[in-house]
Structure formats: C-alpha cells, structure tokens
C-alpha cells in the first residue's frame, strides 16, 4: 500500500489531447514532487511545490503545468505532448527536515 | 551542483551470495544518502538511508555504509533471495531544517538474483 495516490494509473493521449495527472497524500508533508522516470534510468525531478508553492521548475517544457490547489493535492496537466514524453510519471511527498521522499505508484503515459 | 556516480550497472548472484554496489558523489554539502529499490512496473520504494553523522546502518540483510572523506557509500545485501531481484538506485542530497531534498540518484544498478 502507498500513502501516496496518483490517478490514472495508465494514460494514453494524442498529441493534440489535454489531460491531468493528479497526486494526493494525506500525510500532512508540505513538500511535493514530480517526476519523470524512463525505462531503465533513474527518475528525473521536473518540480518542486513547498508550502503549495513552486519552488523548483527544473526547466521543463511549458507543455507541461503544475499545480497545487492544497496541501494534499498537486496536478500536472498536459497539453500538446510529444511521443517522446511518454514515460512513467511519479508523484512523491516528503515531511519537512530529515524525512525520507515517498513516491506514489506512478501514472504510466503514453502519447501516440 | 551535485553527481552521483553509481556502479555496477548490473550485477547477477547466485541466492544466498552477498551483493555489493557502491556510489560516490561530489558535492561535499551532502549528507543524507537514501537507496531506493524499483521491482518492475512498479514505484521506487525506500529500503535504508544513512546520514553523514553516521558510518553504517543495518537493517536485517541490508546495511549501508558512507565514507565522508572519500565521499562514498555503498549497499550490501546478505544472503541475497530470488525477492532482492529489482533495480537498486542511491541517491544524495543535503539536508537541512529548510531543505527539500532535491535528490540526485546514481544511474541504477539492476540486480539478477539467480536460485
């Protein structure tokens, strides 16, 4: 079981389609993630939100636009994505100081 | 910023045998080291983490060791079972009361757990 949710667990969308990830954790953690993850290589942070707001944008491209409406939610909505941004996402939550970041179970995506 | 540097890529064991897979990372500022392993298709899970305030961390077959000064940790697994097969990703990141942790992982080590 995982204290962090993401929906759907598998997407596929076309270049042209406009959809949402969505993450929650109910663990009361101020910092959340997003991640990209290809096969075979290590996740690859995309962003940051602390206290619901942006801190880290890890220059990612625009076609991709984080949210975080409360503490315990954070989007990522997608619009004109390309093949090449098919990939596992994953969402993860960390408490503050020394605690360690969980990862939710990943939305699996494809764009075709 | 920081580099971790993560070896071997792969590394195949009979069951029972030990495994071994080390990690050195450059940025000095680090101090908490997490190992993470990745079954297939599934999420990266937390298996132990160390501190820079502490050499070695035990956790029944698994420990983890860090050299500060020579600005490297690695994993051991004992006794290894068919189960311990996955992908094993170290990873650093300084750690203070207002940080966040931006991690940075080793590239992976996929490790084959043969009976």
């Known amino acids: 079981d995982t204290e962090v949710t993401q929906t759907p667990k598998h997407l596929v969308m076309g270049m042209t389609n406009k959809k949402s990830l969505k993450c929650e954790q109910h663990?009361?953690?101020?910092?959340m993630y997003w991640y990209k993850q290809k096969a075979k290589k290590p996740p690859e942070l995309m962003f940051v939100?602390?206290?619901?707001?942006?801190?880290i944008n890890e220059s990612v491209p625009s076609r991709f636009s984080p949210e975080c409406p409360n503490s315990s939610l954070l989007n990522l909505h997608l619009h004109a994505l390309q093949p090449e941004d098919s990939a596992l996402y994953l969402c993860?939550?960390?408490?503050?100081?020394?605690?360690?970041?969980?990862f939710g179970n990943g939305t699996r995506l494809t764009v075709t | 910023g920081e580099n971790v540097e993560q070896h071997p890529s792969t590394l195949s064991v009979q069951e029972g045998d030990s495994a071994v897979i080390k990690c050195t990372y450059s940025?000095?500022?680090?101090?908490?080291f997490p190992w993470y392993k990745q079954e297939l298709g599934k999420r990266p899970q937390l298996i132990i983490d160390?501190?820079?305030?502490?050499g070695e961390k035990k956790d029944q077959r698994i420990a983890v060791t860090l050299n500060k000064t020579a600005k490297h940790f690695s994993l051991h697994i004992t006794e290894t079972q068919p189960e311990d097969s996955a992908v094993y990703f170290c990873?650093?990141?300084?750690?203070?009361?207002?940080?966040?942790?931006?991690?940075?992982f080793g590239a992976g080590t996929q490790v084959v757990v043969t009976p």
């Open positions: 993860a939550s960390k408490g503050q100081g020394g605690s360690p970041l969980h």
């Open positions: 663990m009361g953690h101020r910092a």
């Open positions: 939100y602390s206290y619901e707001k942006l801190s």
């Open positions: 940025d000095s500022a680090s101090n908490y």
């Open positions: 160390i501190r820079s305030n502490v």
């Open positions: 990873a650093a990141s300084p750690l203070t009361t207002d940080s966040w942790g931006k991690l940075q």
